[in-house]
């Protein structure tokens, strides 16, 4: 009997022992299967986040995963077994957000990426796994760091126009408090915010296609952004107003910055038309901006007539970004870091003792630009003339002394003989480099090797242009010409569950 006691109390035990070790492992069989759904919930984010591209597979801000408030839910799904769930919630910033605690990611982060005015840099991802069987949940977060662009141009500054001496206003294009389709554009004293960068309504881009768009539109409303508009058809007289851009801009919403500084119209896509932008009423904040001819007739001068004019000559910030620049099409040369402006032979004249950064001048063709902006650079690594091509003949980029006193400024003299003398001979050295800093520079050799092409801000030719000549080489984007950007990396860090 006594046998029978302690053995009944020993099974008893065995059993206690059992059923709780079934109940841990039951726990914990449950616990892996959350875990698992949140992985696969934050490996299913970041391929989600990979694959937001558009028609031409480049990165896409608006096919990225979206939620309509903060803290919902954008992606979710079971695993293949039916056991556990996962549900993720993705969070868009245009700052690091791993040094911050959670109310600067709630004031800062946006669940919709084109609610942040400006392309994410970062996204915060959540992600919970759900054990079907039993409720218990795990939750998984990191940060995903997406490629980006370091030092990246993005279109978006003043359009200035043009200051006279008997000018009493710096005036530029607003948009006004609130702009929409059909809202007329007026000239009002140019601001900037607390950066220095133009505020928000006006802060206009010249983009690829030749349209000058407000760069802060709305990207919820306006998707497709908001551009200056002349009308169909155009007229003399005609008010510009802001109107959808169109996803192939229509001839309407195209300008080219001509020779005489003013922005054209064109017709049939293909070339400028008569018509350019002027300002109804110069020197007067609150002035329409309309339309004028090569005629006349708005009360105002004729288009190309006395320049530089305060109502038809224009002074774009460098920001505004550069318009049609491609050097295979164009020929033309875009500083990097005052990216609206190209290498220019100084008033078409090469007899002027120095050269400048310019706007860079544009035409609905590509291949039509004028001569003074259109240069031909050796091949890559291989030194050689930089020259273009006058109306009188070929003339090539030469170096001055470096024993001068700075600035030492650079002049363009008739190329000579089929080898380039060691003044006139550079080396280009496109993006073949083995680091970023080397990349897209002009340098010369010999004598003058370690020495770059530059604008140089700190010798400005008028309020349009800066002098360019040679300074050391740097890494300075002042240096760089027809750049690509710098490419951050991409990839999730600092996964940990809470």
């Known amino acids: 009997m006594l046998l029978m006691i302690v053995g009944a109390a020993i099974g008893g035990l065995l059993l206690t022992t059992t059923m709780q070790e079934v109940a841990n492992s ?14 696969s919930g934050m490996a299913g984010a970041v391929a989600r986040i990979r694959a937001a591209v558009d028609a031409e597979q480049y990165g896409s801000v608006a096919a990225l995963p979206c939620a309509a408030s903060t803290g919902e839910t954008q992606l979710s799904g079971t695993l293949d077994d039916g056991r556990a769930r996962y549900a993720t919630v993705i969070t868009y910033l245009a700052e690091d957000p791993r040094s911050h605690d959670a109310a600067w990611l709630a004031s800062h982060g946006k669940p919709c990426a084109p609610q942040l005015g400006t392309v994410p840099k970062f996204a915060r991802l959540e ?14 977060s990191g940060t995903y760091a997406f490629k980006t662009f370091r030092n990246a141009n993005v279109p978006g500054g003043l359009m200035r126009v043009f200051k006279t001496s008997g000018s009493t206003y710096d005036l530029c294009v607003d948009a006004g408090a609130t702009p929409a389709p059909g809202v007329a554009v007026t000239m009002q004293p140019c601001a900037v915010d607390g950066s220095g960068t133009a505020i928000a309504r006006q802060k206009f881009g010249y983009q690829p296609n030749l349209t000058l768009s407000l760069v802060t539109a709305d990207p919820v409303q306006y998707p497709e952004g908001l551009c200056l508009d002349g009308g169909a058809p155009e007229s003399v007289g005609a008010v510009v107003r802001l109107q959808r851009c169109g996803e192939t801009a229509p001839p309407a919403q195209v300008w080219s910055f001509d020779t005489a500084s003013g922005f054209r119209g064109t017709s049939d896509g293909r070339t400028m038309n008569e018509f350019c932008l002027s300002v109804r009423r110069p020197d007067t904040p609150g002035s329409r901006l309309t339309l004028n001819s090569t005629s006349g007739g708005n009360g105002n001068p004729a288009c190309n007539t006395n320049y530089p004019n305060n109502f038809q000559s224009w002074s774009p910030e460098p920001a505004m970004g550069a318009g049609a620049t491609a050097l295979a099409a164009t020929k033309q040369l875009v500083n990097y870091a005052e990216f609206g402006r190209c290498f220019d032979v100084t008033y078409e004249n090469v007899d002027v003792p120095y050269e400048v950064v310019f706007p860079c001048k544009q035409n609905p063709d590509p291949e039509v630009r004028d001569w003074n902006q259109r240069w031909t650079l050796p091949d890559a690594d291989q030194p050689g003339a930089f020259y273009t091509d006058a109306p009188d003949g070929r003339y090539c980029v030469t170096m001055p002394a470096i024993s001068g006193e700075p600035p030492l400024l650079v002049v363009v003299k008739p190329c000579t003989g089929s080898s380039p003398p060691p003044e006139m001979t550079w080396r280009w050295r496109g993006a073949g480099t083995p680091v970023y800093d080397e990349a897209y520079r002009i340098e010369g050799v010999g004598a003058w090797a370690g020495y770059c092409l530059s604008a140089l801000p700190e010798a400005p030719a008028w309020s349009q242009a800066d002098k360019v000549g040679i300074k050391p080489c740097t890494g300075s984007t002042l240096q760089k010409w027809n750049a690509a950007p710098d490419l951050t990396t991409s990839g999730l860090t600092g996964i940990g569950e809470r």
Request: aromatic fraction near 0%; glycine fraction near 10%; proline fraction near 0%.
């Open 127 to 140: 992600t919970t796994g759900t054990d079907l069987g039993t409720g218990l949940r795990r939750t998984l």
């Open 26 to 39: 039951r726990a914990e069989a449950a616990r892996t299967a959350a875990l698992n759904a949140a992985r």
